[in-house]
Nanobody, 121 residues
């Protein structure tokens, strides 16, 4: 039993900042990679940033230099610091984690419920 709970979304003016959080809880044995994905109106869900268990990060080109992904492994929490936000960043943002539970040996993908980020011009 694993749950990802997101927070931090909202409405912000262009050039502003938001910080998203995603807390994983439940019968967690181990968390591998974690990431943030987003789905803009009329578009498919695409990766924004990922971070490995060792701290290595990757970003989609459009957010490089503006977004920072990080994790607090001790508390099973993922963050996305978003600076210099633009209207093109408007989307529903989803947390993803690859997790091995105490009851299952295999790795499985888990998703948060999504949080709305809206950037006005």
């Amino acid at each position: 039993q694993v749950q990802l709970v997101e927070s931090g979304g909202g409405l912000v003016q262009a050039g502003g900042s938001l910080r998203l959080s995603c807390a994983a809880s439940g019968s967690i044995l181990q968390i591998n990679a974690m990431g943030w994905y987003r789905q803009a109106p009329g578009k498919q869900r695409d990766v924004v940033a990922v971070i490995t268990s060792g701290g290595s990060t990757n970003y989609v080109g459009s957010v490089k230099g503006r977004f920072t992904i990080s994790r607090d492994s001790a508390n099973n929490t993922l963050y996305l610091q978003m600076d210099s936000l633009q209207p093109e960043d408007t989307a529903v943002y989803y947390c993803n984690a690859v997790i091995r539970t105490k009851l299952r040996y295999s790795w499985n993908d888990y998703w948060g419920q999504g949080t709305q980020v809206t950037v006005s011009s």
